[in-house]
């Protein structure tokens, strides 16, 4: 969840994120696809804009960023499931994800962050 809280992105933007959307170097994420679930199968599509966006990652999200791609092929998943497939968001049932928790190294919980506030605290610029 800390993830989807500093760097404002939406859960489809953070699942559908591979190895070569990430400059680990320049601490950029390259937002080109986004991951959806419609009637219960996920769909792969363009981001909610329409637009290729860029964001900018706090330095304390650094090693959790490098940790997530090391030893992963360009074309992976930077947060798969343990079979290697797309996350899906949790319910309110169960109150989140068991393997985004497992894919972050941590337990989830809804955060009271709204994506204007991270907006405002981190760049994010978009071109068409």
Not at 80 to 106: E, Q, W
Not at 115 to 120: D, Q
Request: aromatic share 6%; proline share 5%.
């Amino acid at each position: 969840m800390r993830f989807l809280a500093y760097t404002g992105l939406r859960w489809g933007e953070e699942t559908g994120l591979t190895v070569a959307d990430v400059e680990v170097s320049r601490r950029r994420l390259n937002i080109s696809s986004n991951a959806v679930i419609v009637n219960g199968h996920v769909i792969v599509g363009a981001p909610k804009t329409h637009e290729r966006c860029t964001v900018v990652h706090s330095t304390f999200l650094d090693a959790a960023v490098a940790h997530a791609v090391m030893l992963k092929r360009p074309d992976e998943l930077i947060f798969p499931t343990k079979t290697g497939g797309y996350l899906r968001p949790g319910n309110s049932k169960s109150g989140g994800s068991p393997g985004r928790a497992n894919a972050l190294g941590g337990k989830t919980h809804r955060s009271p962050l709204r994506r204007a506030c991270v907006e405002r605290r981190f760049v994010r610029s978009c071109r068409e």
